[in-house]
C-alpha cells in the first residue's frame, strides 16, 4: 500500500491535507487495484447472499470491511459472520451487544439476518435499496477509508482526524439522543482518541465507570463548544476546533513524550 503524505503534521499538515484531499481520492479511485478490489465486489455482490459467501470471498470482505474501518478483521471470519447474521430487532444479538457500533452498521448494510427485510436495517423508514445503490455506497465508503488509511501511513494523527470529520458530520444529522451518540463515540476507538486527547484526557479516564466517562465527555464538550449537543459539535467550525485541539495536544504530547526518551538515552550514554 502506498502511503500519502504530507510532509506535515500537526494543524499545518491539517491545512495542507484539506486541500489537497479532493484530488488525492481522484487519483486513488482510478488506481487500478482500487479498481480491482472495488469492480470485484461489485460483480459479485448481485449473486452473495449469506454472510458465509462473504466472509468466504476474501477480496468481498476486505472492501466491506475496509467500508466501516474494521479491516484488522479480516482473519476473524466466524466473528464477523456472527455480526453479519444478527438480529438487529435481538438486543441480545452480538451486533447490538457490542460497544462499536461500526459492528452494527455493517451488518446494518448487509441485512443478512432476513434479506427479505434488508430496507428495515439499512433505513427504517425507506424503501429497499437496490443492490447497485448498496455496491455504489459500500465503495464509495471503503475508497473514504482506505484513503485515511493511506494518511494514516505517515501521520496516524491525521487519519484520526479524517475519520472524526467524517463521523461527527454524520452524527450531526442522527435521530438518537446525544447521550446515545456519546456512548458511541466511547465505543468506536478511533473517536475516542481524538474527543480524550482534544478534552485533555489522561490515561486513568478510561479506568472510569462507563457512564462517568459519559458525563465527563459531556462537560468537556460543554467546555470547548458551550454544548454537548452533536448538532453543534457538527457544525463545520465546531467540528474544526475539535480536530485543531486534538492536533495540538496530540503534538505537545508527542514532543513531551519524545524529549523524555531522549533525556533517559543520554543518561545512559
Not at 21 to 32: F, H, M, N, W, Y
Not at 69 to 91: T, Y
Not at 102 to 121: I, S
Amino acid at each position: 500500500m502506498t502511503p500519502i503524505s504530507v510532509g506535515l503534521g500537526g494543524i499545518a499538515g491539517w491545512k495542507v491535507l484539506q486541500r489537497m484531499e479532493g484530488r488525492q481520492k481522484e487519483i486513488l479511485a482510478r488506481s487500478p487495484a482500487i479498481q480491482r478490489q472495488t469492480g470485484h465486489f461489485r460483480d459479485r455482490l448481485e449473486i452473495t447472499g449469506t454472510a458465509e459467501e462473504l466472509v468466504g470471498d476474501y477480496r468481498m470482505l476486505s472492501v466491506a470491511l475496509g467500508a466501516f474501518g474494521l479491516h484488522d478483521d479480516i482473519g476473524n471470519k466466524a466473528f464477523i459472520k456472527k455480526v453479519l447474521e444478527s438480529d438487529l430487532d435481538d438486543r441480545k444479538s452480538l451486533a447490538n451487544r457490542l460497544s462499536d457500533k461500526r459492528y452494527f452498521r455493517l451488518a446494518e448494510a448487509f441485512g443478512f439476518h432476513d434479506r427479505k427485510t434488508q430496507t428495515e436495517h439499512l433505513n427504517r423508514e425507506q424503501k429497499q435499496a437496490p443492490e447497485s445503490d448498496l455496491a455504489d455506497r459500500i465503495s464509495n465508503a471503503f475508497l473514504d477509508r482506505e484513503f485515511e488509511r493511506r494518511v494514516g501511513l505517515g501521520d496516524e494523527f491525521l487519519r484520526l482526524a479524517l475519520n472524526a470529520q467524517r463521523e461527527i458530520g454524520s452524527f450531526g444529522s442522527r435521530d438518537s439522543s446525544d447521550k446515545t451518540l456519546w456512548y458511541e463515540v466511547l465505543g468506536s476507538p478511533p473517536l475516542r482518541k481524538v474527543f480524550e486527547a482534544a478534552f485533555g484526557y489522561g490515561v486513568q479516564f478510561g479506568k472510569l465507570p462507563v457512564d462517568r466517562q459519559v458525563t465527563e465527555v459531556m462537560k468537556g464538550a460543554e467546555r470547548l463548544f458551550g454544548s454537548s449537543s452533536f448538532k453543534t459539535i457538527a457544525e463545520p467550525e465546531n467540528t474544526d476546533k475539535l480536530i485543531r485541539n486534538f492536533l495540538v495536544r496530540s503534538e505537545i504530547a508527542t514532543t513531551a513524550s519524545q524529549n523524555r526518551f531522549s533525556a533517559a538515552l543520554a543518561l545512559l550514554s
